[in-house]
């Protein structure tokens, strides 16, 4: 499965931005998908992640009630729609899929991973 994320940029503190991983493959609708994310000098952090139906979704605390992760198994996509967005969400978003059908908030379950795509919030 290869991995490629899209739809970062620069938008002002309290705007919205809507990122997109297309997945290659035949199992994407079999694959839990997340996104992390890691600003400059910080680990990196878990941000969101879904179940291969969709049906489970998990929320890192800090993102809970802005974020919104969502997947179109038909268009092998995974989305993270980003509302309210604050300059602590600047980061390098990653998206990942597992090889199990479930969501984990843990980075180290995930095989598959794409290259990042960069989120800046200015205030």
């Known amino acids: 499965v290869q991995l490629q994320a899209s739809g970062g940029g620069l938008v002002q503190a309290g705007g919205s931005l809507r990122l997109s991983c297309a997945a290659s493959g035949r199992t994407f609708n079999r694959n839990g998908m997340g996104w992390f994310r890691q600003a400059p000098g910080k680990e990196r952090e878990f941000v969101a992640a879904i179940s291969s139906n969709g049906g489970t979704t998990l929320y890192a605390d800090s993102v809970k009630g802005r974020f919104t992760i969502s997947r179109d198994n038909a268009k092998n996509t995974v989305y993270l729609q980003m509302d309210s967005l604050k300059p602590e969400d600047t980061a390098i978003y990653y998206c990942?899929?597992?090889?199990?059908?479930?969501?984990?908030?843990?980075?180290?379950?995930?095989?598959?991973w794409g290259q990042g795509t960069q989120v800046t919030v200015s205030s």
């Open positions: 990942a899929g597992r090889q199990s059908a479930f969501a984990s908030i843990y980075s180290t379950y995930y095989t598959y």
